[in-house]
């Protein structure tokens, strides 16, 4: 830990949908991604994959791997590094308490600026997380 000032940076950027159905959710996710100039890259249903590999069950769970690729080749120029933080995951998932609400969580990409020491990062972070909550609230309108 750096000693002096402790800088808190919210892990994701959340939205909670009660009695939306959780396919609709998931593809009006990826419609509101798209809206933004996200594509996705690797979609992940962990829970059919650990059901399949473990034999565990969990509830509905698919992580999205969403690249702006503008945005992403900003970062790269800055550092090759960031690589390792790419693409932005978006879960969609059921709540593990209550299955009749779906959950959608974006890594918040102000994460970046505080892993990698680059100024242009930051403006790159900003840029993702502006466009990653414009999705949100479009997708927050889609369904309502």
């Known amino acids: 830990m750096v000693s002096g000032t402790e800088v808190i940076v919210r892990l994701g950027l959340t939205r909670s949908y009660r009695g939306a159905d959780y396919d ?3 593809d009006r996710t ?3 991604l ?3 100039g996200f594509g996705v890259l ?3 249903d962990v829970q059919a994959t650990l059901r399949e590999k473990l034999g565990e069950s969990l509830e ?3 992580i999205l ?3 702006n690729p503008s945005l992403a080749h ?3 120029q800055a550092s090759r590094d960031i690589g390792l933080l790419l693409p932005c995951n978006v879960v969609v998932r059921q709540d593990e308490a209550d ?3 779906t959950r959608v969580e974006a890594v918040n990409p102000a994460m970046m600026s505080e892993l990698v020491a680059a100024a242009e990062i930051e403006a790159v972070a900003g840029s993702a997380a502006e466009r990653l909550e414009s999705a949100l609230t479009a997708l927050d309108e889609a369904l309502s």
């Open 74 to 76: 900003r970062a790269l």
């Open 34 to 36: 798209s809206g933004e």
């Open 42 to 44: 690797t979609e992940i």
């Open 99 to 101: 299955s009749s609400v």
């Open 24 to 26: 609709t959710v998931l």
């Open 65 to 67: 791997g969403a690249c």
């Open 30 to 32: 990826r419609a509101a």
């Open 60 to 62: 509905r769970y698919v």
